[in-house]
């Protein structure tokens, strides 16, 4: 078994571990989801400050930021107009995956509703040039891509269709850019709105997905984020006059995959967000005339969140790592030049508390090459461990700020968290790695993670956990039940217990694109019965929590429900924290607490570990 270890690197680090004792940072605000005016004066955030996620404005030459009074409920996303008069945001009602899009003057005043009315749920893409319509897609049973008239919420219906998204429209309103597909398999059409025509941006390669897109100024070319012509996604343009050639590659690496593509609206820059080998963030500026590619210093080590305004002179984003909470950076992408939009940032607010993880390489027990973070207590090992498993499955284990793997680590918990098969940010080969049958090889990856723990000297044999949330909640259950003994105790979070259930539960969009990764509830009926843990939950002997959000529709809290019931039934050791106004994600800081507080309580408990001293 061949490892190796990476030191992390960032510009704002955290103290070296060595054998000092730690202290987690107490959780703090993030401000994140940055949303500049046309003029580059003031900047929309959203932080959970007050305890729920909403919108605040602050100048960027100084001054409190300011709190807008757009709901009650938590706030997801935010965009600001560009002729400057209207804020849009688009808010979960009780924390659900069904969203709701309103809008509002940026003093607070003339809040409405605009989209995602009844059983819909609303995201936009973003405004027209001129005025003030936003580009929405809205969903039920079906997809329509509408434009809506932020003013008088003045609807007009462009496409319906199944998995269908609305990514941008010319600005004469001629022609618009839809994305289509399930999940790892999408692709973009362009739709004459006049006559209700679509066509595929480019021929179906086979492979790859595509999922990020917009028109280039002149409306005659499109811009797109695809791995489609590489195993690492890049950023290629399509010319629209001519159809039969090829996309031409702008940017792309042979050591990163782009992650995010932000243009400027004048159309002269693009920024990059590429994500390197382990998920840490590189920044670079495409200026589009000269094909000129410039790198630009990272303030944190994972980005986010990038957007221009409108005059293009000014960049936003969103920066975090291990012990940096998410906050909003500016960057001028003339000069290169940083400052946070906060003067209180990072190691001012955390204390510089808590320790920073090493990357480390591992062998899948098919020989495939996984990965993953290790966050190590003071003093040597081996040490009670927990496995932490990312949701998506799509997703990525990054080095971001997570309080509860530094709450684990003062409670003397090592935490490794893997990006096993199926993970993003490793190319498309590896993305798709478990789709279907190739989900066995998920499961059998965290076992290959726990041998390594051992085997290594991390581990403390008898005294290794694993948790995780979404589809990191479905892999703890699914590993319990596969690999009886390897575990000593569990934390599954709002995870897929039975994909009958699952399938017959959710909201209909979120079946219809999940196909594609687990299988097809009819077509793939016997593989989804055998890879539900349900299935085999007799093997299950171990103490497990459960946690789930109450209005949860995306994995529906049933799933949780079936499993501590029939726990309950054979008198296996569980916990069963049911989170009243959550829904799949814990949005409001109470909640997210009192989820970390009782994984950490469980686990530190569980596997008999014993408290680091602190100072």
């Known amino acids: 078994m061949s490892v190796r270890t990476e030191a992390p690197r960032t510009t704002r680090r955290a103290r070296p571990v060595g054998h000092r004792p730690v202290s987690p940072p107490v959780p703090v605000s993030e401000d994140f989801a940055p949303a500049p005016s046309p003029d580059g004066r003031r900047v929309a955030f959203l932080s959970d400050r007050a305890g729920t996620p909403g919108v605040w404005v602050c100048e960027v030459d100084g001054g409190a930021p300011v709190a807008l009074p757009v709901s009650e409920e938590p706030v997801l996303a935010l965009s600001w107009s560009p002729d400057g008069q209207w804020l849009a945001c688009v808010v979960a009602p009780g924390g659900a995956p069904r969203t709701e899009l309103w809008v509002l003057r940026p003093d607070g005043t003339r809040r409405h509703q605009v989209a995602g009315f009844d059983r819909r749920s609303a995201a936009m893409a973003g405004w027209l040039p001129e005025g003030a319509f936003l580009m929405v897609t809205e969903t039920d049973e079906h997809c329509r ?107 792309g690496r042979p050591d990163a995959e782009l992650e995010q593509a932000a243009p400027s609206a004048d159309g002269r820059r693009v920024a990059l967000l590429w994500n390197t080998y382990g998920g840490r963030s590189e920044m670079s500026l495409l200026d589009l005339a000269s094909g000129v590619q410039r790198a630009v210093v990272a303030p944190g080590e994972v ?138 090889g998920a499961i059998a990856d965290v076992a290959a993670c726990a041998d390594f723990l051992v085997d290594s000297g991390v581990a403390r044999p008898g005294q290794l956990g694993c948790l995780g949330r979404s589809y990191g909640g479905y892999l703890v259950l699914a590993v319990l039940v596969n690999f009886p003994g390897l575990f000593a105790a569990g934390v599954a979070e709002c995870g897929i217990s039975d994909f009958h259930t699952f399938y017959t539960g959710t909201e209909p969009w979120i ?44 994995v529906p809290a049933g799933e949780s429900a079936q499993v501590a019931q029939a726990l309950a039934a054979r008198d296996v050791p569980h916990g069963h924290l049911v989170l009243a106004g959550e829904g799949h994600d814990f949005l409001t800081r109470a909640n997210a607490e009192a989820a970390r507080t009782a994984t950490t309580a469980w686990l530190t408990r569980h596997l008999a570990a014993v408290t680091t001293t602190v100072g």
């Open 145 to 251: 891509a509408v434009l809506v008239d932020a003013g008088t919420g003045h609807r007009r219906v462009l496409a319906e269709g199944d998995l269908l998204t609305l990514l941008d429209v010319t600005p004469d309103v001629g022609v618009a850019l839809l994305r289509r597909g399930p999940r790892n398999a999408r692709w973009l059409e362009v739709l004459d709105v006049a006559t209700g025509e679509r066509r595929r941006l480019f021929p179906d390669t086979g492979q790859g997905s595509t999922d990020q897109g917009w028109f280039g100024p002149d409306g005659t070319s499109v811009l797109a984020r695809t791995d489609a012509f590489s195993e690492l996604a890049a950023l290629v343009r399509v010319d629209l006059t001519r159809p039969e050639q090829p996309p031409t590659r702008l940017a």
């Open 303 to 440: 980005l986010d969140d990038a957007v221009f305004a409108d005059g293009g002179d000014l960049l936003c984003l969103t920066a975090q790592g291990p012990v940096q909470p998410r906050e909003v950076w500016l960057v001028d992408p003339t000069s290169g030049a940083l400052r946070p939009l906060r003067p209180d940032t990072g190691v001012a607010r955390t204390g510089d508390g808590g320790v920073a993880p090493h990357l480390v390489n591992l062998r899948a027990r098919d020989g495939l090459a996984i990965s993953g973070w290790l966050y190590r207590p003071p003093g040597p090992g081996p040490w009670p461990t927990a496995i932490s498993l990312h949701g998506g499955p799509e997703a990525q284990e990054r080095p971001c700020y997570n309080p509860l793997f530094q709450a684990l680590v003062a409670q003397g918990v090592a935490v490794f968290a893997p990006n096993v098969r199926g993970s993003s940010g490793f190319g498309r080969s590896f993305v798709a790695a478990d789709n279907l049958a190739g989900r066995y």
């Open 511 to 554: 079946a219809a694109a999940a196909v594609s990764k687990y299988g097809d509830p009819q077509r793939d009926a016997e593989l989804l019965r055998d890879l539900s843990p349900m299935t085999h939950l007799d093997r299950l002997d171990v103490p497990v929590m459960l946690i789930h959000g109450a209005n949860d529709t995306n």
